[in-house]
C-alpha cells in the first residue's frame, strides 16, 4: 500500500534558505490572528545582526519572498518586518506592499527630520508603522503622531510602569501591542490597561481555560483519544466511539476517501481504516479531528499544535524518533490549554507511551529534546535550537513544509465542515 505520507508534493523551497526565519503571531483582543512578526538570525551567528541592522532587514526581505515565499510564511495576513533607520532613510526597496507589511522601528531610532519625512512618504502609500519596543518620552513625540502601532515589551517591568506609559501613549491615534506576554495573567492586566494586540506565549497556558473540569462534551473526546492511545486498543469500542459521533464519522470517511491520500480502494469503516493505515496513522488522523472540533479556543494554539506535529515528524528520522510517535508529542503539546485541564490529569485519562509523556510534560528524551527545539525556534532562540541539538538545515525546511501543510489542512477542515470537496494541495502526513 502506498504511503500517504510520501505522496505529496515536493514543497519549495527545494534547498536550504540562506538565514533563518521565525514568526511570531500578532493577535487581537479576541485571540484572533492578524498578522506574524518575521524574526531573524544569521546562518552562522546565534544572534541577530544588530551591527549591521540594515542588512539583516535586506535578508528578512529577501529570503521571505524569494527563499520561503511570502504566501507561505504569513498567508493572506501583513508581516511585520524590523526596519532600521538607515534602510528607511536610505529609501532602499521595500518589495512587499502596504496591505501586505507592517513597518517596525526598533527602539534605538531617532526623529530626525529625514526619518520623519520618509515615514510620512510610507504612510502615504498605505503602510502602516509600528514602534517596536518603545518606552514613551517627549523626544519620540514626532514619531508617535506618525505611528499607528506602538508596541511596548512588559517583560520584567513592574505594571504601575507599564501602565504610565500607556497613559502617555492614550494621548496619541496608536493602537498599543503589548509584546512578550507570557502568562495569561499578564494577558489580562493588559487587556484591562487598553491593550488591543498581543505578542507572546500566553495562548499555550493551561490557564486560558480556568474550569475545574472540562466541559461534558469533551469528556467524551478524551474518551475516544483515550482508547485510541491505549496499550492494547480495543477496536470494537473505538469503532462504537466514533459511530456514536456522526460528525466524526462523516469526516473521517471523508478524508480517508479523499485524494490525499491515494489509498487503492474506498475506505468503509474503521476496521477497514485500520487494516488499510494502521493503529499508529489511524490515532494521529482521528486525534487530529477530535482536537480540531475543539472551536472555543484560539485558532493559533490548534495551528501551534499542527506546526510542532508536523515539524518534529518531518525531523524525526534524522534522530532514531518514529515518526508516528513525534507527530503524536507535537499534536499533545498544547493539550492541556486545549482541554482546559492540567496535563498531569489529561495523561491520568489517556495511556500515553511513557517516553511520549516525558516529552510532553518534561521536554526530556529524545522527543522531548525535539519538541523543546522546536519550541526555542518559535520563539526565535537560536541558541536554544542549537542546544537540543537540532540543525537548522534540518528543521528549517521541516518549518517551511508545516507551514504549507497546515493551511492545507486547515483548508480540509473547513472543506468537511461545509461537505464540500476537499483541496488536492497537501497530504496530511499521519
Not at 503622531?145 to 504610565?164: F, G, N, Q, S, W
Not at 466514533?242 to 478524508?255: A, G
Not at 477530535?290 to 494554539?301: E, G, H, K, Q
Not at 516529552?359 to 526565535?380: F, W
Amino acid at each position: 500500500m502506498p504511503d500517504p505520507t510520501q505522496n505529496a508534493p515536493p514543497q519549495r523551497p527545494s534547498k536550504v534558505p540562506q538565514a533563518n526565519l521565525a514568526r511570531q503571531p500578532i493577535l487581537d483582543k479576541q485571540l484572533k490572528t492578524v498578522g506574524y512578526e518575521l524574526l531573524f538570525r544569521g546562518i552562522e551567528t546565534d544572534r541577530a545582526l544588530f551591527d549591521d541592522g540594515t542588512r539583516a532587514t535586506s535578508t528578512v526581505l529577501t529570503n521571505a519572498l524569494a527563499e520561503f515565499g511570502l504566501e507561505t510564511v504569513v498567508g493572506n495576513l501583513p508581516a511585520w518586518v524590523n526596519f532600521t533607520s538607515q534602510y528607511l532613510t536610505d529609501e532602499l526597496p521595500i518589495p512587499i506592499g502596504p496591505k501586505s507589511l507592517v513597518i517596525e522601528l526598533p527602539e534605538d531610532a531617532t526623529a530626525t527630520d529625514e526619518l520623519i519625512q520618509r515615514l510620512r512618504i510610507l504612510t502615504k502609500q498605505g503602510y502602516r508603522i509600528a514602534l517596536d519596543d518603545f518606552k514613551y518620552s517627549e523626544s519620540l513625540v514626532p514619531l508617535i503622531k506618525i505611528a499607528h502601532v506602538v508596541k511596548v515589551d512588559i517583560r520584567d517591568r513592574p505594571l504601575d510602569e507599564v501602565a504610565r506609559d500607556v497613559e502617555s501613549f492614550k494621548k496619541f491615534d496608536v493602537q498599543l501591542l503589548a509584546e512578550k506576554v507570557e502568562r495569561v495573567s499578564e494577558y489580562e492586566a493588559c487587556l484591562k490597561l487598553g491593550f488591543t494586540l498581543f505578542q507572546g506565549h500566553f495562548v499555550c497556558r493551561p490557564e486560558l481555560m480556568r474550569q475545574k473540569r472540562p466541559p461534558a462534551n469533551r469528556v467524551a473526546l478524551i474518551r475516544l483519544m483515550s482508547e485510541l492511545y491505549a496499550a492494547d486498543p480495543n477496536i470494537n469500542q473505538i469503532r462504537q466511539l466514533v459511530q456514536q459521533d456522526v460528525t466524526l464519522s462523516y469526516r473521517l470517511l471523508k478524508w480517508l476517501n479523499s485524494s490525499l491520500f491515494a489509498l487503492p480502494q474506498p475506505v468503509e469503516s474503521i476496521q477497514h481504516a485500520l487494516v488499510l493505515l494502521g493503529i499508529n496513522r489511524l490515532r494521529n488522523l482521528v486525534s487530529l479531528i477530535v482536537l480540531a472540533r475543539i472551536d472555543d479556543r484560539p485558532s493559533i494554539l490548534f495551528e501551534t499544535a499542527l506546526m510542532r506535529a508536523r515539524i518534529g515528524e518531518r525531523v524525526a528520522p534524522h534522530f532514531g524518533v518514529t515518526p508516528e510517535m513525534m507527530f503524536t508529542v507535537g499534536l499533545f503539546s498544547v493539550l492541556d490549554a486545549l482541554i482546559g485541564v492540567p496535563m498531569a490529569q489529561v495523561l491520568e485519562n489517556m495511556p500515553l507511551a511513557p517516553e511520549v509523556a516525558l516529552a510532553i510534560t518534561q521536554r526530556e528524551g529524545p522527543c522531548g529534546r525535539l519538541l523543546a527545539g522546536i519550541e526555542a525556534h518559535e520563539n526565535g532562540d537560536w541558541p536554544g535550537v542549537q542546544r537540543t541539538g537540532l540543525d537548522l538545515s534540518i528543521l528549517t525546511p521541516a518549518w517551511v513544509d508545516a507551514l504549507v501543510w497546515v493551511r492545507g489542512v486547515r483548508s480540509m477542515m473547513t472543506s468537511a465542515a461545509a461537505g464540500g470537496q476537499p483541496l488536492r494541495k497537501t497530504s496530511p502526513s499521519i
